[in-house]
């Protein structure tokens, strides 16, 4: 049995970020913040990150935003509680977020 799927069309991923972050605990012990790398050839929009950075800027310090290659991505991505699809439709717009501990 795979993630489970929740559906939020119509939102971006920075205004899901910025709804859920209150209320989210990051890791602080592992890299909380993951996204796919380019792939070689291709090209990453440097505004998506931005846009991220500024939406998680309510958890200080914003953790580092970890880049990792496709198939790794891919199968943490198997791994996760949950997936949420969104309307992002961002090149490369896909962040893996890592629960901590919440008090």
């Given at each position: 049995?795979?993630?489970?799927?929740?559906?939020?069309?119509g939102l971006?991923?920075?205004?899901?970020?910025?709804?859920?972050i209150p209320?989210?605990?990051?890791?602080?012990?592992?890299?909380?913040?993951?996204?796919?790398?380019?792939?070689?050839?291709?090209?990453?929009?440097?505004t998506v990150?931005?846009?991220?950075?500024?939406?998680?800027?309510?958890?200080?310090?914003?953790?580092?935003?970890?880049?990792?290659?496709?198939?790794?991505?891919?199968?943490?991505?198997?791994?996760?509680?949950?997936?949420?699809?969104?309307?992002?439709?961002?090149?490369?717009?896909?962040?893996?977020?890592?629960?901590?501990?919440?008090?």
């Amino acid at each position: 049995m795979g993630p489970q799927v929740i559906r939020a069309d119509g939102l971006k991923v920075s205004d899901l970020l910025r709804a859920i972050i209150p209320l989210f605990e990051l890791d602080s012990y592992a890299p909380p913040l993951v996204m796919m790398a380019a792939v070689e050839g291709d090209s990453l929009d440097p505004t998506v990150e931005t846009r991220y950075r500024d939406a998680l800027s309510l958890q200080t310090p914003c953790p580092e935003i970890v880049r990792i290659d496709r198939y790794a991505f891919y199968e943490r991505a198997q791994k996760a509680f949950a997936i949420v699809i969104t309307g992002e439709c961002a090149k490369y717009g896909n962040i893996l977020l890592k629960k901590g501990v919440t008090p």
